[in-house]
């Protein structure tokens, strides 16, 4: 009888420890992405500046992109203070009065009036704000060179730091491109917006269509190309994400450099596109095609 229950208890025992081991990789399954990668799935990477080893511990491969921690990578350039502002969950870097930033999951950097894609969001991991390294580098005038052989990244100082976003960028260019894409995609994810932002630019880039930002929006050599120029809408101000992307998508930044239509089938009235283009993604409520 006592053996009886001493094989009960046992095998009572390893059901609840088979059953905690399940319960523990279900639990892992439904952590956030953001965190399961910080856990198990990123790669330290060797960097140094200027020859010298840097961000010994600050520095991994994420999704096949180099983060940095941003603090760490101000440390080791110099000259950079850092302040973080937790209502918005924002760094912001002053160096020589010129200020930028960059907002925990968004997918940009700001520096003194220019927009930096990051091409992956930026992160929180373990209390730590991580960056992509190239445009974090791109703004404090560091090039970037990566060494597939050794998986390791270098770090450049050039003494050089970009133009000011006034200097940069054309104010008419931003004033249109920031209106088609707050008249097409204003209820878009950002990635939705810098997209339509591409197919502008990419079609201002062709043969086959006008060669100026304005002369797209308003081309009428086949009929009108966008619906806002019909109703009115092109000329409502744009919201600032609106904004961000249009620069963003000025300074040549591309999701896809072939993409030259997009539609939304939910409330289209023409599918011409759809039916003889060829489909290259979908982003929100838009699909783009080449």
């Known amino acids: 009888m006592k053996q009886g229950l001493q094989r009960f208890f046992s095998i009572v025992l390893c059901a609840v420890m088979l059953m905690g081991g399940m319960t ?5 399954k439904d952590l956030p992405k953001d965190t399961q990668e910080t856990r198990t799935t990123h790669t330290p990477v ?4 200027d020859g010298k080893r840097i961000l010994s511990d600050r520095a991994y491969l994420i999704d096949s992109v180099t983060y940095v ?28 009065g010129v200020k930028s930033t960059a907002q925990d999951g968004a997918w940009y950097i700001q520096s003194n009036g220019r927009y930096f894609y990051t091409a992956a969001p930026i992160r929180i991991i373990q209390d730590t704000m991580y960056v992509p390294v190239r445009p974090l580098a791109k703004a404090y005038g560091v ?4 060494d597939a052989a050794s998986r390791s990244v270098a770090l450049t ?18 004033y249109w ?12 994810p950002f990635l939705g917006k810098l997209a339509v932002g591409n197919v502008i630019i990419n079609r201002k880039n062709s043969s086959s269509y006008p060669n100026t930002i304005y002369g797209v929006i308003f081309d009428r050599r086949h009929g009108v190309q966008f619906s806002p120029i019909l109703n009115g809408s092109i000329y409502k101000t744009p919201n600032e994400q609106s904004v961000i992307a249009a620069k963003i998508a000025l300074e040549g930044y591309t ?32 699909y783009f095609y080449r």
């Open 157 to 174: 100082r050039t003494g050089k730091l970009p133009a000011s976003g006034s200097s940069y960028y054309n104010q008419n260019d931003v």
């Open 69 to 96: 921690g941003l603090r760490a990578f101000c440390e080791a350039v110099g000259g950079i203070s850092v302040t973080w502002q937790a209502q918005t969950r924002t760094a912001v870097m002053t160096r020589a």
């Open 143 to 146: 090039t970037v060179t990566w």
């Open 24 to 28: 523990l990789v279900t639990q892992a």
């Open 46 to 49: 060797p960097v140094t500046l």
């Open 255 to 286: 999701l896809s450099d072939s993409i030259l239509f997009f539609m939304n089938p939910k409330i289209a009235t023409n599918f011409w596109i759809s039916q003889n283009r060829p489909f290259a993604f979908r982003i929100g409520n838009h």
């Open 177 to 188: 491109l920031s209106r088609i894409i707050h008249a097409e995609a204003a209820g878009e």
